[in-house]
């Protein structure tokens, strides 16, 4: 009987420490932004801490040389070709909201006025670099509390770590990607952008959804390209080390293996297509 006992809450003791393995993972892997196509991002509204319309998400800003998100430019609807738009750092911007179609932004509107502006259509200038440079510092200092005030945002990524720097390669925008051909090593084309795969944190690497060209047997599935497996040649094409019998030979994109980071780096995966 003694021994039956001993089992018993042994199986109990076991049970309970899986359960709680588990919820531990799956709590750390939901504290990540959901992974998203950029191009549903573009162009939703954005509302500060107090539900305060500020502009709308006009472009999003990508890191080239690191393959991440680099910031979200925020600002007034219009021809966005010579405007004035204020990056925001992408672990700011939360597109799971109350409100179809609108983006949070993890700051008061009195505080909007003091973030940075930058022309969008200049953004690997120096000025600019040195601006994103600084991006850190500035929202840092927009958070910083007056005498007998509360914090105006956050300043923490959803890890809970301090966020990271700005991106300082090469920096395009997520609208110029899209509707670009790549080309293979042997300098053919594999097929064409039509989207921009990403977790707004400004950590997790990003993907360029690639629909397959005439050289695939099957076009039932779209790819997901490691931003940091494209190279961009002197006449401005999109190059990746590949040809379609790697691609074809690809796994299958699975999300919650990307969110507990089960995703090789510069892995080139399959990803299903929805148009």
Same mark, same amino acid.
């Given at each position: ?22 919820? #531990? ?87 909007? *006025?003091? &973030? ?7 953004? *690997? ?15 840092? &200092? ?14 923490? &990524?959803?890890? !809970? ?7 300082? !390669? ?8 899209? !509707?670009?051909?790549?080309? !293979? ?27 397959? #060209? ?62």
């Amino acid at each position: 009987m003694l021994v039956i006992v001993r089992k018993t809450w042994w199986v109990v003791c076991l049970c309970f420490s899986l359960h709680q393995s588990v919820a #531990g993972e799956t709590t750390s892997s939901t504290n990540l932004p959901p992974l998203q196509r950029l191009n549903s991002v573009l162009r939703m509204s954005v509302e500060t801490r107090d539900g305060q319309n500020v502009g709308s998400v006009r472009n999003i800003v990508l890191d080239v040389d690191r393959g991440i998100v680099g910031c979200v430019l925020v600002g007034p609807d219009g021809l966005l070709k010579g405007r004035k738009v204020r990056p925001v750092p992408p672990h700011l911007i939360s597109t799971s909201t109350a409100k179809r179609g609108v983006a949070g932004l993890n700051i008061m509107p009195r505080d909007w *006025n003091s &973030a940075p502006v930058i022309n969008a259509s200049a953004l *690997n200038t120096p000025a600019t670099a040195a601006t994103l440079a600084d991006l850190p510092r500035r929202f840092d &200092a927009i958070s910083k509390p007056s005498e007998g005030s509360q914090p105006a945002m956050q300043t923490l &990524a959803a890890t !809970g770590r301090p966020a990271k720097s700005p991106p300082q !390669g090469r920096l395009m925008l997520v609208t110029d990607l899209i !509707g670009e051909s790549v080309y !293979g090593t042997d300098q053919n084309k594999l097929g064409e952008v039509i989207d921009v795969l990403a977790a707004l944190d400004g950590e997790k690497s990003c993907f360029l959804l690639l629909s397959p #060209g005439k050289r695939f047997k099957s076009n039932e599935h779209a790819y997901a390209i490691p931003l940091g497996r494209i190279a961009i040649d002197e006449s401005g094409r999109l190059q990746l080390d590949a040809e379609p019998a790697q691609l074809s030979s690809a796994r299958h994109f699975d999300p919650t293996v990307w969110r507990t980071g089960g995703v090789r780096k510069n892995e080139i995966l399959q990803y299903p297509r929805t148009n």
